[in-house]
């Protein structure tokens, strides 16, 4: 029972990193799956979103700026 037992690991050992390094490199499942699977969790952003999202970052670093600024004026 030992010795089929430790073949049976063995195999598997060694059989699992070759199947999945065969399935990882199947370019056509990759193109196929793995990229529209991306595309569905994240659309291309709309360039008004992006506009928006750069609006509001510039908002918040002002505001972190002006922050920063009224301590420093508070501290002298």
Not at 50 to 65: H, V
Request: proline share 4%; glycine share 2%; aromatic share 12%.
């Amino acid at each position: 029972m030992g010795v089929k037992l430790e073949v049976f690991r063995m195999t598997l050992y060694l059989t699992f990193p070759v199947a999945m390094f065969w399935i990882a490199n199947q370019a056509e499942w990759f193109e196929d799956t793995v990229i529209q699977r991306k595309r569905e969790l994240w659309p291309p952003e709309k360039e008004d979103q992006r506009q928006e999202l750069e609006e509001f970052k510039e908002r918040i670093r002002k505001q972190r700026e002006e922050k920063l600024l009224r301590s420093a004026q508070q501290s002298s």
